[in-house]
C-alpha cells in the first residue's frame, strides 16, 4: 500500500481548501485504487514549518501533493527545502494557481520538486494516482510537468477542461468540516477579462448540473451548518443558473444557514433583485467587487462596470434590509492615483456597504498585469504576496498612507461597534475619506500604530479624536458612543464617558416589575422574573435626540433587547421608551 498525502497549507484554521478535497474525492470515485491510500493533512500558515515537516514524517507517504497559494507559498518553500532531508525517498508534487505560470522555472530552482501538476487538476491527479499505483508513464498524462528519470524537465500537452458536474460531492461527511467554512463551487470559469485576475484566463464557464446542485444544498440545509461559501468567480454571469439556485435557497430556508455569493451587481436584473429582497435577514451576502470607480481605471482593467447603475442596485438590495453587501476597492491599479483613489473611497462609502474592503494589488503570475508591470510603472514584491509597492500613478508614501486608512476603515467601520458614531462623524467633513484621513492622522500622532489600543479602549479613542477637533460637543458625542456600545453588548462595566443613571433607578425598577405582569414590551421574557430581565436587558437615558446635536426637550429611554439582534450588524434591538408617572412605557411612533 502506497501513500499520497494531499497537503493544504490555510491561511486560519477556519478556512478548508475544497481542492484537495475535490482530488480526493475525484480519484477515489473513479480510480479503483486499491493499492493507493489518499489522506489529506490539514495545516495553517501560522504553524511553525518543523511542526508540519514532522507530521508528514510521521505519516510516511511515498508521495506529498501541496496546494500552492500566494498565502501559503513561503510555507511550501521551506517544505521543499527541509522535508526530503527526513524522507528522502518521497515524491514531491506541487499544484495550484501559485505554480501553474511558471512551473519549469520552479522546477529548475527546487531540485526536490518530482512534478507540478498544471490548472485543473481531479484528472489529473487521478492518473497520478495510477501511476504510483503501477499504471502508465508520466510521459502520458497531461495537465503536469516533471522530473524524468534522468533529470531532464518535462512539460506534456495542456489537459483539456473537465465536465464539472462529473465531480463528487465533498461533504458527505460535514463532522470534518466542523468549525470550518463550507466552500462550495456551482460553476467554474468567469467571462469577463479583469486584468489582474487569473480567472480571466479560463473564459469558459461551466456550470455544475442544477438538480445535483438543488441536491447538495439540500444536505447542507438539512445539516444546518453555519454558512456555505460559494466560490463560483462570478455568480451571476449566467442569471437562469444564479435564480434557480436562489429560489431554491428562499423556499427552503431553515432559518440558520447563511449563503455567500460573490456577484457583479450592475448584472443584477429587477426580477434577481426581488429574489434577493424576499430573503431571511442574514440568509444572503454578496460580495461585490468595485475595485475603483474612475472611468479610464475600469477601461483599463479590461473591467464593464457603470458605476452610477451599480451604486443605484446597491441601493436597491438595501431596500430589503436584509442582505449584508460586502464592497471591495483596490490599491495601485493604473491611472488611480491617490485623489482618484479617494473619490473612488468616497463612492463606494456612500453605497452603504456592511463591510468595505481595501485590497492592494496583488500582481499575480500569468495575469495581464503581470505583463503590463512595467507600462504601469508597478514595482511590487519579489516574494509573495507580490504586492503592489508603487505604480506610475502612486508613490509607495501614498501606498503606506493608504494602509494606515485602511486599518482605519478595518477597526471603526468594518467592525460594526460606532455605527452610529461614525454615521455622525462622517458628516463633520467635506467628505467621507477626510474623515478618514484625520482619524489616521490621530493615531499616528498618539502612537497607536505602536502599541494599538484594545477593542474596548477605542470608544475612548474617538472620545478622544472627537474632544480634539469638536470640543463643544463633546457631550453630544459622549451618548452617540455610549449608544453604540450597548447596541453591540451588555456591558456590565459602565464606560466613564457614559452618563450617571441614579436618579432614574426607580423609573427602570418599576418598568422591569411591570414587565413581570404584562410582558407587553419584553414578550419574549416571560419565564424571567424582573431581576433577570433587568440583567438581560439594558436601559440607557438619552438627552439628545439620535439625529440631533442639541438636547432633546424631554430625554429618552431606550431599552436594548439582546435576544432580539440585527443579522446584519449583529446590533440589539432598540425600542424608545417614555417616562409616564413612575414607570416606563412605550413611547408611539409618531410622538
Known sequence: MKKII??????????????????????????????????????????????????????????????????????????????????????????????????????????????????????????????????????????????????????NEQRALIDLTKIPFLYHNPGEFENRIIYYESSRGCPFRCSYCLSSIDKTVRLRDIDLVKKELAFFIAQKVSQVKFIDRTFNCNKAHAKEIWNYILEHDNGITNFH?????????????????????????????????????IQEIDRVMNVEKLSSIVARIHEGNNVHIHLDLIVGLPHEDYTSFGKSFDDVFRMHPQQLQLGFLKVLKGSKMHQK??????????????????????????????????EMVELFYNSNQFRTTLTALTLEFERPFAMFEALADFYEERGYYIQTPARSYRYHVLLEFVKTHFAEKTAYYKELLTRDLYLRENAKTRPDFAPDLSAYKDVMRQFYRDQMANHDILSAYEQYDARQMARMTHIEVFAYDADLSQPAAEPDFVLFDYMRRNPLTYEAETIVLKRCGDTLVKRDDHE
Open 6 to 155: 494531499l497537503t493544504a497549507i490555510n491561511a486560519k484554521y477556519i478556512h478548508s481548501n475544497p481542492a484537495v478535497y475535490s482530488l480526493k474525492a475525484y480519484a477515489n470515485q473513479y480510480g479503483q485504487l486499491g493499492d493507493i491510500e489518499i489522506e489529506i493533512a490539514n495545516y495553517t500558515i501560522n504553524q511553525q514549518p518543523a511542526e508540519i515537516i514532522a507530521d508528514l514524517y510521521q505519516r510516511r507517504p511515498e508521495v506529498v501533493a501541496i496546494s500552492c497559494y500566494i498565502w501559503n507559498i513561503d510555507v511550501v518553500y521551506i517544505l521543499l527545502k527541509e522535508l526530503k532531508k527526513v524522507l528522502p525517498s518521497v515524491d514531491i508534487w506541487l499544484g495550484g494557481p501559485e505554480v501553474s505560470f511558471d512551473a519549469c522555472r520552479l522546477m529548475q530552482k527546487w531540485p526536490a520538486i518530482k512534478g507540478i501538476i498544471l490548472g485543473e487538476g481531479e484528472q489529473t491527479f487521478l492518473e497520478l494516482a495510477k501511476f504510483y499505483q503501477g499504471t502508465g508513464t508520466l510521459g502520458e498524462i497531461a495537465g503536469i510537468v516533471y522530473r524524468s528519470g534522468q533529470g531532464e524537465i518535462v512539460q
Open 261 to 297: 455569493f460573490e456577484v457583479a451587481a450592475d448584472l443584477l436584473s429587477e426580477e434577481e433583485l426581488a429574489i434577493l429582497n424576499r430573503f431571511r435577514p442574514g440568509a444572503v451576502q454578496l460580495e461585490i467587487g468595485v475595485q475603483s470607480t474612475n472611468p479610464q481605471t
Open 373 to 406: 508591470a512595467k507600462d504601469y510603472g508597478l514595482l511590487y514584491t519579489d516574494d509573495a504576496p507580490y504586492e503592489v509597492l508603487c505604480t506610475n500613478d502612486i508613490s509607495y508614501a501614498e501606498i503606506l498612507r493608504l494602509k494606515q486608512i485602511e
